[in-house]
């Protein structure tokens, strides 16, 4: 048999192998996507040329529409490859073209101006753009940043289909303070009907009653992420709002949120707008929300009375940041809850010994407030040690009745009849701490092989 070698040709593109390296997936493709070459929609045809020591000839490889979607979408995520198949053909360029602008994040200014040119020379890319996250200018009143913005705003309107937008600066950044375009048009993104999922950080809004106003635009969000938010009202010289009872909750203005993540959120500018009862979200849909570091600037009160508006929605708590000096946090009203995760950070101070029967007297007591028909399946708790005067964990702890009496209340069948697993990962940094695994297992035997413990390094 003649030995063939690939050959191409540069008269016309369209009739090489360019792709061929990919193609040969076709032969490891499924059953079913194979054989729609005999069903349905016509087939795209690839020429890849081959010659031998005897002759040349031409063999005609051809693929359906739907086996080069497929191929197409296995490198969505590898923008080179996509490149590379928008010059195989027509056929190839428009599935490789809606997932290379399906997603854009701008970090620099550079990109900034790049992203503008592109889709005002192009209008019809716009649409196709899915995930947008504008990230990276901080410079306010900077001539070539201010322009920067003005220029971007002009193709925002274009952007229809956007499902995913993330306002996101690595410092600081007052919303109030950007060019007036810039601001509006972000406003027109944030009431498309498409977008579901929206992300903040690091901004600054000069009111609680500018915040509420931006968050009333988005309409049909589930997913909202919010980290580092605040505006910048006295709180001294404002009346400090009082949270609704359960019974007298306006309806707000918002669609129905699924998912809420609150990040290293100060007390007073989730307390601004978060809990009162004109409150743009409609928490009472709420099925998973993250408080992740939000108590470091918060309190248990806080984070109880966001769980009491969220109600009985809530399927999933996560990040929960317990504090040895705080009261219990209160899970009363939330008796669908299904997975908890609590992080309990204990700092000794100066003294490098610790007594966990001390140490957390309301961790307990808090879990212990789920109501008698919980669902409970899944309690994750995540402890961190460190001591203050040596920069590490501390050398020496106790652990006897604390975790006996934790045990005891989860073993209770009639308190938690849905738990599935317990999970304990003790963060530290020390080799002695090797022995807490025999200590905590001894103390929660009662649990059995639902008790699942875990030493890890601290971060």
């Not at 497929?70 to 053909?89: H, K, Q, S, W």
């Not at 009111?207 to 505006?231: D, G, K, M, T, Y």
């Not at 669908?336 to 010994?353: A, M, Q, Y």
Request: charged share 20%; with cysteine; proline share 7%.
């Amino acid at each position: 048999m003649p030995r063939l070698r690939r050959q191409w040709d540069g008269a016309n593109p369209d009739r090489n192998g360019y792709a061929a390296e990919k193609l040969s997936l076709f032969a490891h493709l499924p059953t079913n996507l194979r054989q729609v070459a005999t069903n349905h929609q016509p087939p795209t045809t690839v020429f890849l040329g081959w010659t031998s020591t005897r002759r040349l000839r031409l063999m005609p490889v051809s693929l359906p529409a739907d086996v080069v979607r497929y191929i197409v979408n296995e490198f969505r995520n590898d923008r080179p490859m996509l490149t590379t198949f928008a010059t195989v053909g027509h056929a190839w360029y428009t599935p490789a073209r809606a997932h290379h602008f399906s997603s854009a994040t701008i970090r620099t200014l550079k990109k900034y101006v790049l992203f503008q040119r592109i889709i005002k020379e192009s209008p019809h890319l716009g649409p196709l753009v899915r995930v947008l996250h504008l990230h990276g200018i901080v410079k306010q009143n900077h001539p070539a940043y201010t322009s920067a913005y003005e220029n971007f705003a002009q193709i925002i309107p274009l952007l229809t289909h956007v499902r995913e937008l993330g306002l996101q600066t690595p410092e600081y950044i007052g919303w109030d303070n950007l060019p007036k375009a810039f601001t509006q048009s972000i406003a027109t993104l944030l009431q498309l009907d498409s977008l579901s999922s929206l992300s903040l950080e690091n901004l600054g809004f000069a009111s609680a009653s500018s915040l509420q106003e931006f968050l009333q635009l988005p309409r049909h969000v589930r997913n909202l992420r919010i980290e580092n938010i605040s505006n910048s009202e006295n709180e001294d010289e404002m009346e400090r709002p009082k949270p609704p009872a359960p019974g007298n909750i306006s309806r707000p203005k918002s669609g129905k949120l699924e998912k809420l993540c609150i990040s290293s959120c100060d007390t007073a500018g989730i307390q601004d707008w978060l809990l009162r009862e004109d409150c743009a979200l409609d928490l009472r849909t709420v099925r998973e929300v993250d408080f992740k570091f939000a108590n470091q600037y918060s309190s248990p009160r806080m984070v109880s009375q966001t769980l009491n508006l969220i109600g009985e929605s809530l399927e999933k708590c996560s990040n929960v940041l317990f504090d040895i000096d705080e009261d219990y946090f209160d899970f009363t009203d939330n008796p669908n809850l299904k997975s908890l995760d609590i992080d309990v950070f204990l700092d000794t101070g100066n003294d490098p010994d610790i007594d966990l029967d001390n140490a957390f007297p309301y961790l307990e007591s808090s879990i212990t407030t789920l109501p008698s028909n919980n669902l409970l399946q899944t309690l994750n708790l995540h402890i961190y040690l460190w001591c203050a005067s040596t920069g590490s964990s501390p050398e020496y702890f106790t652990c006897d009745s604390a975790w006996v009496e934790l045990a005891t209340s989860l073993s209770l069948a009639s308190k938690f009849p849905c738990l599935e697993r317990v999970e304990i990962v003790w963060h530290s940094s020390l080799p002695k701490h090797t022995m807490q695994e025999e200590t905590v297992r001894t103390a929660m035997q009662s649990l059995g092989s639902r008790l699942a413990f875990t030493l890890a390094p601290l971060p």
